[in-house]
Structures are given as C-alpha cells and as structure tokens.
C-alpha cells in the first residue's frame, strides 16, 4: 500500500536547550537608513556563474533501488530503496511566499512537478527566527 506523509521540523525554543548567541563583540553598527540606501542600490552585483542541468535522471528506471537528484535550491528527489523522498520543495521562481520578494531562482528546476515520480514521504524544513 502505498502512503503519504508529511514530516514538519519545527525547531522551537520550547524544544531547545541551546539558542544561538552572536559572540561577535560588534553587535550592532550605527548607520543610517540613507547608508543603508546608498550601500543597497551601489553596490556591484557578483559576477554569476554558468549552471549546468542535466536530464540525466530521466535514465532512471522505475526499478532503479537507490538515487539522489538534485532537483534545485533546497529540493532534492531521493530514493532509499522503495521509498521516494522529495526534500523542501522548492518549484517556484522565488524561494518565498510572496512572488515579488525572496531570492529570485538563477536556473529553472531540473525537474518540473509533472515530472515528478509518486512521492510517498514530503519532508518540508520551517526556520523560525526569533530574537
């Protein structure tokens, strides 16, 4: 039979014994919100690399035991040996909730979500910041 789950991993400061703390001596810098600005809008951008894809994975078969594919920012196809695991996906241009904010995806995924075998485990990952 085959199943479907879904795995949250919810750090929490309930759950922690440990929190993180900044050892850096400089906690904080005093700038101003028109720095800020200047530094935001003049700085250079970094010189991109070239990405390859690969549609490799479309040589798997469906009898293929054990196999990684790194579909795109955190999202990964995996497979154990009969369960298929897809990690954090990740399927849209930006890697948050609201298209226009977020980092922007420098190529599109390896493997679009038609593409996709059946999942049978969906483990997504939520990073809660706190102060």
Same mark, same amino acid.
């Given at each position: 039979? $085959?199943?479907?789950?879904?795995?949250?991993?919810?750090? /929490? #400061?309930?759950?922690?014994?440990?929190?993180?703390?900044?050892?850096?001596?400089?906690? @904080?810098?005093?700038? &101003?919100? %028109?720095?800020? #600005?200047?530094? $935001?809008? /003049?700085?250079?951008?970094?010189? $991109?690399?070239?990405?390859? /894809? /690969?549609?490799?994975?479309?040589?798997?078969?469906?009898?293929?035991?054990?196999?990684a594919v790194w579909i795109g920012h955190s999202t990964y196809l995996l497979n154990n040996g009969g369960l298929t695991i897809l990690t954090d996906p990740v399927f849209s241009k930006?890697? &948050?909730?609201?298209?226009?904010? %977020?980092? $922007?995806? #420098?190529? &599109?995924? @390896?493997? @679009? !979500?038609?593409?996709?075998?059946?999942?049978? !485990?969906?483990? #997504?990952?939520?990073?809660?910041?706190?102060?």
């Amino acid at each position: 039979m $085959r199943f479907f789950a879904v795995i949250f991993l919810i750090p /929490s #400061l309930i759950m922690a014994e440990e929190t993180f703390t900044n050892t850096n001596q400089d906690t @904080s810098i005093e700038r &101003s919100f %028109g720095e800020f #600005l200047k530094w $935001r809008f /003049s700085r250079k951008q970094p010189d $991109r690399i070239q990405i390859e /894809s /690969s549609d490799e994975w479309k040589q798997l078969e469906q009898e293929t035991k054990y196999y990684a594919v790194w579909i795109g920012h955190s999202t990964y196809l995996l497979n154990n040996g009969g369960l298929t695991i897809l990690t954090d996906p990740v399927f849209s241009k930006r890697a &948050s909730p609201f298209s226009i904010a %977020g980092p $922007r995806r #420098l190529i &599109s995924p @390896s493997i @679009s !979500l038609q593409e996709l075998p059946l999942i049978e !485990l969906l483990q #997504l990952v939520i990073i809660i910041m706190t102060t």
